[in-house]
């Protein structure tokens, strides 16, 4: 009973575990990892589009690891008409690398390009980007009051912080500043190894002990029999068990002699190998007989 | 004789300019010097019979790699479009570690581990001199990527080593694999005086519990759970220790003798070829004798000499809070090192110099695979910090 006691608490600490290990933010990979990035509503004297016109701009951002297709998704500045911009399918502009941006002008133009949408800034002060199905919403922005030339845009690349950035960066990094790598970071606080030592040997130790206590105790859990457990067969568990039958002198003399001639190296060689498995021997041509040069010329 | 004479100008010029596209017309000292290291390599691999398997491969791609050509012509192997760079690919981009760790899982046998669990600690200690020549690379002035790379030469596991400095310090990449397989080979050599220097008589001659036998369930369990739990925890480890796990489960599980057979054998044997041949290629004399590559053999030393301590002094400090009869030979202690199986051999040589009788093997392959599994796991967490 006290066995079983343990073997459960022993599971239940093991699911814990798993479900703790289990628990956190995921990320996945697809079409919702587009974001509205940056937007430049009044264009006086910055980029200017393919034709040599100015014209407000949107810029996504595809913060997934993989390349994603915006085709057949939706733009759009109306709340209540979510599929107003229909991104055409199967053009290559529209595969965004991974970490990539594509940029989209608001000049209501449409006539352009796939780049060029059927809607202006001046209509209203509202963006949004829609899934293939017309009604899932990826990622949507009101805008306020906008100046000049100065675009309104996330911080840093697909963060959730929103403002008027000091540089306008369309196809490009939000974040103007210096960056600084995480290893610089790490190094600045500890410039000896010390606390990486600390941190990687108290992982790998942690990695290494949490599969010493999981193999210690493997053999009792897949031991435990549950119908026993289950029907709760107590008699059974309490008869006597048989004692294991003694190996007589016999065998133990021919496992002795055994391993003595095997450390010893006393065995023979053998040259051949008897074996009653099939032997093939793959044809190719440039060993065949029949193309000998041996051959002569029928 | 205007015509002649033409002619032999012509001849002449031409002559010439063949001669510069020659290798005697492009040769430096670098290349001389870097043809010898080849030449050493292969002379150890065939002669001393020191990791042929690798040596070979990457004794004669440095030969390759440093036979002086006229840049321009798609030959070398930093060239785009060279036949040399395709190949040299799956290194750049870490594909050919994984490859060879799936074919480390599919030969290796983890019973000795499962028997006899807390060996495991062992392989986590001997990780240290990871840490150690990272913080001395930091003190000699490396960058932090740089020092992460260097550092996992320590971890003594020649595919764990290539693919951690892929992503950290691609442009050291050839000097750490050579370092890092140069050592491996060095490990009888390396090893033995720090173990006689570390222990006592009486702790050489202790003598193990004989290993209990595994049942094929926990065999099989193990690969799994192994996977799950250590991936968990170093997610960016997961090339490494997913493929080792995988391939030991290919074998453990009895029913894909095939696909174990081949990723042990062919497989295995084709990556060796290429990744072998490649990073030798890969140490042009231009691009790897430089003052760095000199720093990070250094390290690499010192790296092997860390681990060793750290593995052994391991042991005997674990030794206080264990039984008498379940004591543990500190002889085993540099197995942890995962140069699999060369230092379990030191293990077993140096054991039986002191007791005939005492085979130290068996016991020793257990840190041995725990080293594997601890150094994968050390390169996943420096790629997590330092990338």
Redo the contacts between chains.
């Keep these: 009973m006290a066995k079983t006691k343990k073997a459960i608490r022993l599971s239940g600490v093991l699911a814990t575990l798993v479900l703790l290990?289990l628990a956190g933010k995921s990320y996945s990979q697809s079409g919702i990892d587009l974001r509205i990035n940056e937007i430049l509503v009044v264009n006086d004297s910055n980029y200017v589009d393919d034709y040599g016109q100015r014209s407000g701009w949107i810029e996504i951002f595809n913060s997934a690891y993989n390349t994603v297709d915006i085709g057949g998704m939706y733009l759009t500045n109306d709340p209540t008409n979510p599929t107003k911009y229909r991104i055409p399918k199967g053009d290559p502009l529209t595969r965004i690398p991974s970490r990539n941006y594509l940029i989209f002008f608001a000049d209501n133009r449409p006539t352009r390009g796939i780049q060029h949408l059927n809607f202006s800034f001046s209509d209203t002060n509202y963006i949004a980007l829609y899934e293939v199905n017309g009604r899932t919403m990826i990622d949507a922005v009101k805008l306020g009051l906008q100046k000049s030339n100065v675009s309104f845009g996330r911080l840093k690349d697909g963060s959730s912080e929103w403002g008027y950035l000091e540089k306008t960066t369309p196809g490009a990094n939000n974040f103007t500043g210096e960056v600084i790598?995480?290893?610089?970071k790490?190094?600045a606080i500890d410039?000896?190894?010390?606390g990486?030592?600390v941190?990687?040997?108290s992982?790998?130790?942690?990695?290494?002990?949490?599969?010493?206590v999981?193999?210690?105790n493997?053999?009792r859990i897949?031991s435990i029999n549950l119908k026993e457990l289950l029907s709760r067969k107590k008699a059974v568990a309490d008869l006597p068990k048989p004692e294991p039958e003694e190996i007589s002198g016999e065998v133990n003399a021919a496992i002795a002699l055994a391993i003595h001639l095997y450390i010893s190296e006393l065995h023979d060689h053998e040259e051949a190998v008897l074996t009653i498995k099939k032997v093939a021997r793959t044809y190719s041509p440039w060993s065949s007989k029949i193309y000998g040069l041996r051959n002569l010329p029928k | 004789m205007e015509h002649s004479g033409n002619f032999i100008t012509f001849i002449t010029e031409h002559l010439q300019q063949f001669f510069t596209y020659t290798a005697f017309a492009n040769v430096t000292p670098g290349h001389i010097i870097m043809i010898c290291i080849g030449l050493i390599f292969i002379y150890l691999a065939i002669a001393k019979e020191y990791e042929p398997m690798l040596l070979i491969p990457i004794g004669f791609g440095i030969l390759v790699g440093n036979i002086a050509f006229m840049p321009g012509l798609k030959i070398g192997i930093y060239e785009s479009g060279s036949v040399l760079n395709y190949l040299y690919f799956g290194v750049l981009q870490g594909i050919y570690p994984p490859l060879i760790f799936l074919g480390i899982g599919a030969m290796t046998d983890f019973s000795a581990?499962?028997s006899n669990?807390?060996l495991?600690?062992i392989?986590?200690?001997a990780?240290?001199g990871?840490?150690?020549a990272?913080?001395i690379a930091?003190?000699l002035g490396f960058?932090?990527?740089e020092?992460?790379a260097i550092a996992i030469i320590g971890g003594a596991d020649g595919p764990t080593a290539i693919f951690l400095s892929s992503k950290l310090a691609p442009d050291l990449m050839g000097a750490i694999a050579i370092s890092a397989y140069s050592y491996m080979a060095l490990v009888p050599v390396i090893q033995p005086p720090i173990m006689r220097l570390l222990t006592n008589g009486r702790e050489r001659l202790i003598r193990m519990k004989p290993p209990r036998s595994v049942?094929k369930?926990?065999k099989i369990?193990?690969p799994i759970?192994?996977m799950l739990?250590?991936t968990?925890?170093?997610p960016s480890g997961l090339p490494l220790l997913g493929m080792l796990f995988f391939g030991n489960l290919l074998k453990e599980s009895g029913v894909t003798k095939r696909l174990a057979d081949t990723a042990k054998g062919s497989l295995i044997d084709i990556v060796t070829i290429l990744i072998g041949l490649t990073v030798g290629a890969s140490t042009q004399a231009t691009t790897f004798l430089t003052t760095k590559s000199v720093g990070i053999f250094a390290l690499g030393a010192a790296s092997f000499v860390i681990a060793t301590t750290a593995g052994v002094l391991f042991v005997k400090i674990f030794n206080i809070f264990l039984k008498e009869g379940n004591k543990i030979n500190p002889l085993i202690g540099n197995s942890g090192v995962s140069a699999v199986p060369d230092s379990a051999r030191v293990s077993q040589v140096v054991g039986l110099e002191y007791d005939k009788t005492n085979h130290l093997l068996m016991h020793a392959m257990g840190p041995n695979v725990?080293g594997v599994?601890?150094s994968a796991?050390?390169a996943g967490?420096?790629l997590g910090?330092?990338?």
Excluded: N, R
């Excluded at chain 1, 410039?191 to 010390?194: R, T």
């Excluded at chain 1, 992982?203 to 010493?212: D, N, T």
């Design positions: 290990l790598s995480s290893g610089e790490f190094v410039p000896y190894g010390v990486m030592a941190i990687a040997m992982v790998v130790f942690s990695a290494l002990l949490l599969l010493y999981v193999f210690k493997t053999k897949y | 581990l499962i669990p807390k495991m600690l392989g986590a200690a990780q240290f990871i840490f150690g990272y913080a930091l003190m960058s932090p990527s020092a992460g049942s369930v926990e369990l193990f759970i192994g739990l250590t968990f925890i170093v725990a599994i601890g796991v050390a967490i420096l910090f330092l990338s």
